[in-house]
């Protein structure tokens, strides 16, 4: 199956991220960035590793590595279920903890989920968990979605599009649009966080635990929506926004649903996309550059010991 050539690939990777590797680079990089562990990137919705070099986490690798993290770049299925896409993700984080003994787990959207199901299956592997605009309480927009007339016309081009972004970036997986937003619905959310209930807060809007069983958890996310008047994906999730009506939200994540573990801040003036520095890395003016509040991240994590 064509994601176990992933696995594969993600070996080589591992190999060539030894130190050995780097022995003709005679400066000395910053180490803001340089935990104990490797920081792994779990996408989200429609999420891929990399299109022909046109990565998910537009240009936020490359600034952790300038700074000396050591970044490796995940792949699950673009649609499916938390389990699901955990299930995927646990064989590439196994190849990853074997050489390197932890990892520092940082999901965006759907990949808070995902990254946490491998927390609570294989606690041993996870030093810490991050998510990144994450819907642990479920999404308005989920809910809207699934049951409702529009979700199986909507599943088909959705899944047509997971299929052909699985296709380019080489995934080999299946692909379930109406499993993936029920598992993102307020009830499908509710089920999965009896299942892995580290880090949710028990409040409505409050801060959960910021350890259980030997990990850390911290989270963030934002509450902006036309952020960049050249960014044409902004007009998008505007209208997506409509489904939180009053409720403070990313385009697609409420605001206090976005809390996991420590929360840094549920409010930067960054909709879903710029959470992960897209589209192109066009983002507020006003606002923190996206690559810095992950670099800040992985000097929180260094100082933690992780």
Same mark, same amino acid.
């Given at each position: 199956?064509?994601?176990?050539?992933?696995?594969?690939?993600?070996?080589?990777?591992?190999? #060539?991220?030894?130190?050995?590797?780097?022995?003709?680079?005679?400066?000395?990089?910053?180490?803001?960035?340089?935990?104990?562990?490797?920081?792994?990137?779990?996408?989200? *919705?429609?999420?891929?590793?990399?299109?022909?070099?046109?990565?998910?986490?537009?240009?936020?690798?490359?600034?952790? $590595?300038?700074?000396?993290?050591?970044?490796?770049?995940?792949? &699950? %299925?673009?649609?499916?279920?938390?389990?699901?896409?955990?299930?995927?993700?646990? %064989?590439?984080?196994?190849?990853?903890?074997?050489?390197?003994?932890? =990892?520092?787990?940082?999901?965006?959207?759907?990949?808070? /989920?995902?990254?946490?199901?491998?927390?609570? =299956?294989?606690?041993?592997?996870?030093?810490? &968990?991050?998510?990144?605009?994450? /819907?642990?309480?479920?999404?308005?927009?989920?809910?809207?979605?699934?049951?409702? /007339?529009?979700?199986?016309?909507?599943?088909?081009?959705?899944?047509?599009?997971?299929?052909?972004?699985?296709?380019?970036?080489?995934?080999?997986?299946?692909?379930?649009?109406?499993?993936? &937003?029920?598992?993102?619905?307020?009830?499908?959310?509710?089920?999965?966080?009896?299942?892995?209930?580290?880090?949710?807060?028990?409040?409505? !809007?409050?801060?959960?635990?910021?350890?259980?069983?030997? *990990? $850390?958890?911290?989270? #963030?996310?934002?509450?902006?929506?036309?952020?960049?008047?050249?960014?044409?994906?902004?007009?998008?999730?505007?209208?997506?926004?409509?489904?939180?009506?009053?409720?403070?939200?990313?385009?697609?994540?409420?605001? !206090?649903?976005?809390?996991?573990?420590? &929360?840094?801040?549920?409010?930067?003036?960054?909709?879903?996309?710029?959470?992960?520095?897209?589209?192109?890395?066009?983002?507020?003016?006003?606002?923190?550059? /996206?690559?810095? =509040?992950? $670099?800040?991240?992985?000097? $929180?994590?260094?100082?933690?010991?992780?």
């Amino acid at each position: 199956m064509k994601h176990w050539f992933k696995l594969l690939a993600l070996t080589g990777a591992l190999a #060539w991220s030894m130190p050995a590797a780097a022995w003709w680079w005679d400066s000395t990089p910053s180490d803001y960035a340089k935990t104990r562990y490797p920081i792994v990137l779990v996408h989200g *919705m429609f999420g891929f590793d990399d299109i022909a070099g046109y990565d998910y986490w537009y240009g936020i690798p490359e600034d952790l $590595r300038d700074n000396g993290a050591k970044v490796f770049l995940t792949q &699950v %299925p673009a649609l499916d279920t938390s389990v699901e896409r955990g299930e995927a993700l646990l %064989p590439q984080i196994e190849a990853i903890a074997a050489v390197y003994g932890k =990892v520092n787990l940082i999901g965006h959207s759907h990949g808070g /989920p995902t990254a946490r199901y491998v927390a609570r =299956v294989r606690p041993d592997l996870v030093a810490s &968990v991050t998510t990144v605009g994450s /819907p642990h309480k479920g999404s308005a927009v989920a809910d809207l979605i699934a049951g409702s /007339p529009v979700e199986g016309p909507v599943a088909g081009l959705a899944n047509a599009l997971g299929g052909l972004i699985d296709l380019l970036s080489g995934g080999g997986y299946n692909q379930d649009f109406s499993a993936s &937003v029920a598992s993102l619905s307020t009830e499908g959310s509710a089920e999965f966080n009896a299942f892995a209930p580290a880090g949710i807060p028990t409040s409505a !809007c409050g801060e959960g635990a910021y350890s259980a069983n030997g *990990m $850390r958890f911290y989270s #963030w996310g934002g509450t902006g929506h036309l952020t960049n008047a050249l960014d044409p994906s902004d007009a998008l999730l505007l209208v997506t926004a409509a489904a939180f009506g009053t409720t403070a939200n990313d385009g697609l994540v409420g605001r !206090c649903s976005n809390h996991f573990g420590k &929360v840094i801040r549920d409010n930067y003036f960054m909709n879903h996309l710029d959470e992960v520095n897209q589209a192109l890395g066009l983002h507020s003016l006003f606002e923190t550059d /996206p690559k810095t =509040v992950y $670099r800040q991240q992985a000097n $929180r994590l260094k100082n933690a010991g992780l």
